[in-house]
């Protein structure tokens, strides 16, 4: 039987958010490095306040009013271990992955299905890795497009800020294809669906995702890029890094990693 787990989520939308911090910006602390095993400040008391974007199914997405999702799941597990409940506010993927909105006190953390790479490593702190991925390649179903190669003179959707869109940027000279930025991955994947691209490129997940309930699009390629995707926090905070590792390594001990993994996955995840 899944485990159960008490879920208090509340999607926040960007300028109330704004509006709460900027009336309380004495009490909000971010600044100042905490160390493993030291105090951990919440950015609002007994609450522990998430950045994501949405959607991204099945990481973190909309269903019945609530924030749902595989990445969500694993914070309320950290939420659950602080005694707090966990809070999700969606913002944009630029500033999650610049570490604007860690840096700017929006949030305690970032779960956003967001790859650690040295670029981002330079303006925050990862967790340890808790999901693997590669790139793949969403295409009309049966329009014959099987790689970058067969993209020639035509366009390759991307969504802004993300790896995807890195990787397409690096190969789109050698290949011959022009790229059209999306700001979110739903747009991306509509764009594919409707014939106003010829292909897009995102994690393999996600698209797999889409797949199942658009039977006429189809994953043709992947490409192995070899992400993890890391829980961020503000660089400097020590003291919440150090929980979050301890909570996904008990978690990935105890089974309950597997549990969640199993319920959104619908599949238990391969070991390494």
């Excluded at 602390?29 to 105090?39: I, K, L, R, V």
């Excluded at 490593?121 to 990862?126: N, P, Q, R």
């Excluded at 020639?152 to 869109?165: D, Y």
Aim: charged share 25%; with cysteine.
């Amino acid at each position: 039987m899944a485990r159960r787990f008490t879920r208090a989520l509340t999607l926040l939308p960007a300028l109330a958010l704004a509006a709460t911090a900027a009336s309380c910006a004495e009490e909000v602390n971010t600044g100042g490095d905490s160390q493993a095993g030291g105090e951990i400040t919440l950015i609002n008391e007994g609450t522990l306040t998430t950045c994501t974007h949405l959607p991204y199914k099945p990481f973190q997405f909309t269903e019945g009013g609530k924030t749902v999702g595989f990445d969500v799941d694993l914070v309320d597990l950290v939420a659950e271990d602080l005694g707090v409940k966990q809070e999700v506010f969606d913002t944009s993927f630029e500033s999650i992955e610049s570490g604007a909105a860690l840096d700017t006190g929006q949030c305690d953390l970032a779960a956003a299905a967001m790859t650690i790479n040295d670029t981002r490593k330079k303006v925050m702190d990862f967790s340890e890795g808790y999901y693997d991925a590669n790139q793949a390649l969403l295409v009309k179903k049966g329009s014959g497009i099987t790689d970058l190669a067969d993209l020639k003179g035509k366009v390759l959707g991307v969504q802004l800020g993300t790896t995807g869109e890195e990787y397409a940027e690096a190969h789109k000279e050698e290949f011959g294809y022009t790229t059209r930025q999306f700001e979110d991955l739903a747009l991306l994947e509509t764009a594919v669906k409707t014939g106003q691209i010829t292909a897009g490129i995102n994690d393999n997940s996600v698209l797999y995702d889409f797949v199942k309930s658009n039977p006429d699009v189809e994953v043709t390629t992947e490409f192995e890029t070899g992400e993890e995707y890391g829980i961020a926090v503000r660089k400097g905070n020590g003291a919440l890094l150090a929980k979050i590792n301890e909570v996904l390594d008990a978690a990935k001990q105890d089974g309950r990693y597997d549990e969640i993994y199993e319920k959104w996955f619908g599949k238990k995840p391969e070991s390494k």
